[in-house]
């Protein structure tokens, strides 16, 4: 089971705009791979503005510009993990409405699809996927259009 806390904390964001619990819980739920998450399983995503995506970036990534999702991965204390006690809790993912308002604009994509593909991304990212390197970006990227394509969305990473 799933533990979603979701959270709304932009100011100024037509809620219209934004998915709703549910569907965030949905894209959370194709999106976890990994065979520890088959029982209690909990996460955070927290809805944000410019401002706090900004600062966020700057003060855990040294890049003083906003971002569309920050993934922030939770790992069990050593002792924890020991004692075979460990937490359910997977991390959190921080998304900013604008940006993604504005990424699906630009990129002529439905704000929706734009939305489960931050979901989906960011959660891939707190299972330890990342894109640093053209090997890793080409599986994360494919396996994030796969799992679009299993909800109905069209490939990101494909050009009109």
């Given amino acids: 089971m799933i533990h979603l806390d979701y959270q709304v904390a932009a100011e100024e964001?037509?809620?219209?705009?934004?998915?709703?619990?549910?569907?965030?819980?949905?894209?959370?739920?194709?999106?976890?791979?990994?065979?520890r998450l088959d029982g209690e399983t909990e996460l955070t995503i927290r809805i944000v503005d410019e401002d706090e995506i900004q600062t966020l970036?700057?003060?855990?990534?040294?890049k003083d510009q906003t971002t569309n999702v920050l993934s922030f991965p939770f790992e069990n204390p050593p002792v924890l993990v020991d004692l075979g006690e460990?937490?359910?809790?997977?991390g959190d993912?921080?998304?900013c409405a604008q940006v993604?308002?504005?990424?699906?604009?630009?990129?002529?994509?439905?704000l929706e699809a734009h939305w489960?593909?931050?979901v989906i991304h960011g959660c891939l990212h707190l299972q330890g996927?990342?894109?640093?390197?053209?090997?890793?970006?080409?599986?994360?990227?494919a396996l994030e259009a796969e799992i679009l394509a299993d909800l109905g969305y069209d490939s990101p990473y494909e050009s009109d």
């Fill in 100 to 110: 993604v308002a504005q990424e699906a604009k630009a990129q002529h994509k439905p």
């Fill in 116 to 118: 489960a593909h931050m």
């Fill in 57 to 62: 970036n700057r003060d855990y990534r040294g």
């Fill in 129 to 141: 996927m990342d894109h640093v390197d053209d090997d890793e970006a080409i599986k994360m990227e």
């Fill in 93 to 95: 993912l921080v998304i």
């Fill in 13 to 35: 964001v037509d809620e219209a705009e934004l998915p709703t619990y549910e569907q965030c819980l949905k894209w959370v739920e194709v999106a976890l791979l990994d065979d």
């Fill in 86 to 90: 460990e937490l359910p809790y997977i």
